[in-house]
């Protein structure tokens, strides 16, 4: 019976990491320089200026409730869940620039594909106990946003640089997930959240709900 069980967590462990900062940001990079190399410049610019935008966003949301404990108990909310933020706003424009960028219906089903990665990775989320379901849906939704915009905004092309090929290369490392699980982004969000509020330790899910019911 455990040996189920433990399987099923790799499996979700795996999947998880396709979202982790360690994957994901040198996938941005490579992403980021084909799509400029391509002639994509309009689309770079906003979806960059995007990603920026909503990391700043969850960024904020894990910091209000680390250091000062700002939720919403009801909705079980403590955060934007990071993961599922990175990979539906990254792989669906990495898979779209791979596919056929001249033709707009494989450009979609690209970024429709990425979305789906993104999904998984938000239910592996709940499953792991590391976000509920309104914070990944909420990091899903975001993601979605800035797929959208960034896709619509790119223009025609019949060539693609070699590097972004290599960009898929680097999710391999998602089934080891020590490697994929080196950056403690946690970690720093914690002690950003410490620093700022002035506090010794952070909150916790069950002091949110402890306060709703006082």
Known sequence: MVGPVFQTVQAWSVITHLGSATLVLPTLALTVIGLWQSRQHVATCVWVLGLVLSIAITLVSKILFLGWGIGIASLNFTGISGHTLLATSV????????????????????????????????????????????????????????????????????????????????????????????????????????????????????????LATE
């Open 91 to 210: 792989l669906p424009i990495l898979f779209s620039s791979l596919l056929l960028p001249d033709q707009f219906r494989f450009r979609v089903a690209g970024a429709v594909f990425g979305l789906l990665l993104g999904a998984e990775v938000a239910v592996s989320r709940v499953v792991l106990g590391a976000h509920s379901v309104s914070e990944v849906v909420c990091a899903w939704l975001i993601g979605f946003v800035v797929t959208v915009v960034t896709v619509r905004s790119m223009k025609k092309q019949k060539q693609r640089p070699w590097i972004v090929y290599l960009a898929p290369f680097i999710l391999l490392f998602a089934f080891g997930t020590k490697h994929s699980n080196y950056l403690p982004t946690h970690d720093w969000e914690i002690n950003l959240a410490l620093f700022m509020s002035g506090h010794e330790t952070p909150y916790t899910r069950l002091q949110l709900h402890a």
